[in-house]
């Protein structure tokens, strides 16, 4: 299913140094070691419980205990019903099943072209600045100064141990109960299926990523808080299914700064490479919209834009790759690199590292061109002693950190340039060619 983050930005995980090393920081609130209401608890065995104070569910590993079916429309009707009853105005679309995406937006009327749809409320809008269902989890988490990123990943989990007692519970019950993300993806899948591509060290060091900040909260904050951040809830599987929502959900909204937030209804819209629009808040409705820029019949799936973005980068954030030939954004990383044997290399590099930019480089190649900064890359490399005057104006442009915007031209190394271009991508060509044969002899 191509339920995305409606994300238009490149994602990346925050850096999470700046955790609190600290046993307890100045300041810093020690909050009651109480365990917050009614929780599921995901072990490693398959066992229910009950009592007065607490409902304590316990799944087999690997299983998330709320959510549901990838392409289950069993929670559809519960989750628009109180939407509505929460604020949410009437609809043009209903949720269902569809052949792009496996759910998504229908349209129920006649739809025009520019009409805005949607209209979702602050109040349904899930951000870093949500109330929790258990107050002192949230207080910790802020006092520690955790990143938009982790808080929100942490507060998914927290509110879906919650069920019915949180007040997301049909939002998490109609979520996939495993989103499709490169997260799921085992080395040896990212190894047989990615081999050739430059995604794969990108996944791999997502995947990193989120399990270095999962790591990083255990350590500094779950274990010092362990009633409020209980393990059986809080582990890697339930992070790795916190942040595989978020990837394949989270938007940015330009108009209220470029805040994330989770967009409850919105995020049920698929991406289609033929339309433009995106989510964003409109100030004069007070919610969040999209302005259509086609037409749609009723019994039409209405699709909203992910952004201009590789196939590549689909499948990195959000888990799917559009059908061959469709995506007009779609492009290949060339990676490019100063030669160490060049007479010229230390101070090509210094030129480099000046503008931000390192001995190796990747640039995208459309069918359509590349990039005047992937011109300019390959001038410096070619670039004779003699020119050394111009290495910085070339690593300037190779940065796109000029002061004007132009098209660099050195018309006496054009054809040095274009061949080393050339040299490169069939470089590139030659790993995707030896994956080939090798897996036809297979």
């Known amino acids: 299913m191509a339920e995305a983050s409606r994300t238009f930005h490149t994602i990346l995980l925050p850096s999470f140094s700046h955790l609190h090393k600290a046993q307890s920081p100045a300041g810093f609130t020690d909050f009651p070691r109480k365990r917050c209401g009614h929780r599921i608890v995901v072990h490693c065995s398959v066992s229910t419980t009950n009592d007065a104070s607490r409902t304590k569910t316990t799944v087999t590993q690997n299983m998330i205990p709320w959510g549901c079916e990838i392409d289950s429309l069993e929670n559809a009707s519960t989750l628009q019903k109180w939407l509505s009853d929460s604020g949410l105005p009437p609809q043009k679309m209903a949720i269902q099943k569809v052949d792009v995406g496996e759910r998504g937006l229908v349209a129920l009327k006649n739809i025009r072209k520019g009409e805005k749809l949607l209209f979702v409320p602050p109040s349904l809008v899930i951000t870093a600045d949500s109330k929790w269902s258990c107050p002192e989890a949230g207080e910790v988490l802020k006092q520690c100064s955790v990143p938009d990123w982790p808080l929100l990943a ?222 300019a890359y390959a001038y410096l490399v070619v670039s004779p002693p003699s020119m050394k005057g111009k290495f910085e104006e070339m690593a300037a442009a190779a940065s796109n950190k000029m002061t004007s915007k132009k098209d660099i031209k050195c018309p006496e190394i054009d054809e040095q340039a274009l061949q080393f271009i050339l040299d490169s991508c069939e470089s590139s060509i030659s790993k995707y060619s030896r994956f080939l044969q090798v897996k036809e002899l297979l």
């Open 154 to 375: 942490t507060y998914l989990i927290s509110e879906a141990s919650f069920e019915k007692s949180s007040r997301w519970s049909n939002y998490i019950s109609a979520l996939p109960r495993q989103p499709y993300s490169l997260l799921y993806w085992t080395r040896a899948e990212l190894d047989r299926y990615l081999e050739a591509s430059q995604i794969r060290e990108r996944a791999i060091e997502r995947i990193t990523n989120v399990i270095g900040t999962y790591n990083d909260l255990r350590l500094r904050i779950f274990s010092k808080y362990p009633d409020l951040f209980p393990e059986e809830v809080f582990n890697m599987e339930t992070f790795k299914w916190s942040f595989g929502i978020l990837f394949s959900r989270l938007v940015r909204l330009p108009s209220m700064d470029g805040r994330v937030a989770l967009v409850p209804w919105a995020d049920m819209l698929n991406h289609s490479c033929e339309v433009e629009t995106f989510l964003d808040y409109d100030k004069s409705s007070q919610g969040v919209v999209f302005t259509t820029d086609r037409q749609y019949q009723p019994g039409e799936q209405v699709f909203i834009s992910y952004g201009k973005k590789s196939n590549g980068e689909l499948l990195l954030s959000y888990g799917f790759v559009p059908r061959e030939g469709t995506n007009p954004s779609d492009s290949v990383e060339l990676p490019l690199s100063l030669k160490k044997s060049d007479k010229c290399y230390k101070e090509k590099l210094e030129a480099l590292r000046k503008y931000g930019l390192s001995a190796s480089e990747c640039f995208p190649i459309q069918i359509t061109g590349w990039p005047l900064e992937l011109m």
